[in-house]
Nanobody
Framework: QVQLVESGGGLVQAGGSLRLSCTAS????????MGWYRQAPGKQRDLVAT???????NYADSVKGRFTISRDNGRNTVYLQMYSLKPEDTAVYYC?????????WGQGTQVTVSS
């Protein structure tokens, strides 16, 4: 049973923009925090941004001022708008959802930024 569906990754030139989307299944009860992590080849998975139900956001220092996270609670969807992309943003981006009962990961979407 697919719980999180991601979309929006791709190839973009440095300085470009992309928007990622992640929709959580209606079967997930009590979603609290939604967010994005990323993992570059040979590196650990790192936090990119999170957002709580009331809209409180948290960003990694490396993306502050360039990325914006938002969510639509009615649609169980979280977005990551990425501006001024850099080659070092290249990674697989994973959606992450924390509910009152469990946590869930998306399958990952590749973002590649060419120089």
């Amino acid at each position: 049973q697919v719980q999180l569906v991601e979309s929006g990754g791709g190839l973009v030139q440095a300085g470009g923009s992309l928007r990622l989307s992640c929709t959580a299944s209606r079967s997930i009860f009590g979603i609290a925090i939604m967010g994005w992590y990323r993992q570059a080849p040979g590196k650990q998975r790192d936090l990119v941004a999170t957002i709580t139900t009331d809209g409180t956001t948290n960003y990694a220092d490396s993306v502050k001022g360039r990325f914006t996270i938002s969510r639509d609670n009615g649609r169980n969807t979280v977005y990551l708008q990425m501006y001024s992309l850099k080659p070092e943003d290249t990674a697989v981006y994973y959606c992450h959802v924390v509910s009152v009962l469990n946590q869930y990961w998306g399958q990952g979407t590749q973002v590649t930024v060419s120089s």
